[in-house]
């Protein structure tokens, strides 16, 4: 089992920057992908990035350029920059933990709000 929290969200103004955490606990084994995906209202999941433990990034085409995903794989947290951001980027974003097709999990979620 593992467990992530995550942190960081909050009101920014466009153009703004904000930065996610999401810190994973529990049974973690080495191979894993961790990563950020969002939904906003009356849309379904999208891909925001992921990261393997090797450092190999994905990111969804919306985000490409403006945000900017990391990790600490001594502290099992993974880290989303977020800059340039625009209203269409206000959504719940939920930080995911998986293990190949074995083992995934999500956490709770972080409202963004892109606003002026």
């Known amino acids: 089992q593992v467990q992530l929290v995550e942190s960081g969200g909050g009101l920014v103004q466009p153009g703004g920057s904000l930065r996610l955490s999401c810190a994973a606990s529990?049974?973690?084994?080495?191979?894993?992908?961790m990563g950020w995906y969002r939904q906003a209202p009356g849309k379904g999941r999208e891909l925001v990035a992921t990261?393997?433990?090797?450092?190999?990034?994905n990111y969804g085409e919306s985000v490409k350029g403006r945000f900017s995903i990391s990790r600490d794989n001594a502290k099992n947290t993974v880290y989303l920059q977020m800059d340039s951001l625009k209203p269409e980027d206000t959504a719940v974003y939920y930080c995911?933990?998986?293990?190949?097709?074995?083992?995934?999990?999500w956490g709770q979620g972080t409202q963004v709000t892109v606003s002026s």
């Open positions: 529990g049974r973690i084994f080495r191979e894993n992908v």
């Open positions: 990261i393997n433990n090797g450092g190999s990034t």
């Open positions: 995911k933990f998986s293990i190949g097709a074995r083992y995934d999990t």
